[in-house]
């Protein structure tokens, strides 16, 4: 009887999402859209969003290519990866007179190298990777550097990023080089000195960041802002660092795929995440900075004036965003392989 009484709960509550042929699927990044946004979304729209997630650019970009017609209405690619998928043919261009609410973005990031006048993608959220800290373990004033990863005390208790840009960005800047190198040697230079750290690595992580931290598994390593944000807003003792090498910038951003199905929902949806009542909304419950020059000024100013969330000019020196390296991601991958594999 308990069993008969379930299924028909559980019959009841998906029926309306069974009825509903309005949906929008969204491939995202975890953790990296309130529940909150959804559900108003479709109270307003009756626009069901069906969320799936991605832990690296390079998982997601497979996915689209492998699910071709059949796939996702929405993604948020990375600014390098825009290009890459504009010109592999896999983004379709988007219909600005759809888009009324993109008044609201900062013309600054806006008309970047990877996608001129904004043809195929609008941005979601900025920010940066840089080191972290479990501050009840760990001194903040000893971690300032990402040459301070590879100190021996920390052996055995350090996290890197599970992305492979992230990674030899990090490298290439101890070296001095840029983080968007595309010369073979430094490349290589950069794998040989990571991996003298990486024995003393205990978890690569992309999923979620913050939890090794949160768990006791780590103490100190790379991670991106908005996860010590929220670790922080969750009362952990976490301390987020611009290394003094030059953090890593990135800028994520809504596309739609060429195989989408719900195109014109795809563009309703978007406008909804330009509002800027919403990106503020998004901005203060997950902790990346908002492209969206008005909700800025909507923002609670425990949050603007958050230096892990917006970044000082000071904070930001030498760092830079990511770029596409063209070919030379070949290069990058191989020895990313090899450095994963612990050659």
């Not at 729209?45 to 996915?63: H, L, P, Q, R």
């Not at 979620?208 to 952990?236: H, I, T």
């Not at 309703?268 to 995440?273: P, R, V």
């Not at 330009?274 to 425990?302: F, H, Q, V, W």
Request: net charge negative; with cysteine; hydrophobic share 40%.
């Amino acid at each position: 009887m308990k069993k008969f009484l379930f299924c028909v709960v559980w019959l009841c509550a998906a029926l309306p999402a069974l009825a509903s042929d309005r949906q929008v699927f969204l491939f995202n990044w975890s953790e990296y859209m309130p529940d909150a946004v959804l559900e108003q979304f479709k109270e307003e729209t009756g626009i069901e969003v069906v969320y799936t997630t991605f832990d690296n650019n390079e998982s997601m970009y497979a996915k689209l290519k492998l699910t071709g017609e059949s796939g996702y209405d929405i993604a948020v690619p990375s600014t390098y990866y825009v290009s890459r998928m504009r010109a592999e043919g896999l983004l379709q261009q988007l219909d600005k007179s759809k888009l009324d609410n993109l008044q609201h973005i900062d013309p600054n990031k806006l008309n970047q190298p990877f996608d001129p006048n904004n043809e195929y993608s609008i941005p979601y959220l900025w920010g940066s990777t840089g080191l972290s800290v479990n501050a009840a373990e760990v001194s903040v004033d000893s971690v300032q550097s990402w040459a301070d990863l590879w100190r021996p005390e920390y052996a055995g208790q350090i996290l890197l990023i599970d992305d492979v840009r992230d990674v030899f960005s990090m490298g290439l800047h101890v070296l001095g080089y840029s983080a968007n190198s595309t010369d073979s040697l430094e490349i290589h230079s950069a794998y040989e000195k990571l991996k003298e750290m990486v024995p003393g690595v205990r978890v690569f992580d992309s999923d979620s960041p913050k939890m090794p931290y949160l768990n006791g598994e780590v103490n100190v390593g790379m991670n991106w802002n908005g996860e010590v944000f929220q670790a922080v807003e969750e009362g952990a003792d976490m301390a987020y660092i611009y290394p003094t090498e030059g953090a890593m910038l990135w800028m994520d951003n809504l596309v739609i795929p060429s195989g989408a199905k719900h195109v014109e929902d795809a563009h309703t949806f978007i406008n909804f995440l330009l509002r800027p009542e919403i990106a503020k909304m998004i901005c203060e419950d997950i902790g990346y900075a908002s492209p969206n020059k008005t909700a800025i000024g909507l923002l609670d100013e425990a949050v603007r004036t958050n230096r892990t969330v917006y970044p000082t000019d000071e904070d930001l020196r030498g760092s830079e965003f990511q770029n596409d390296v063209g070919p030379a991601i070949a290069i990058y991958t191989k020895y990313w392989e090899l450095l994963k594999a612990g050659h």
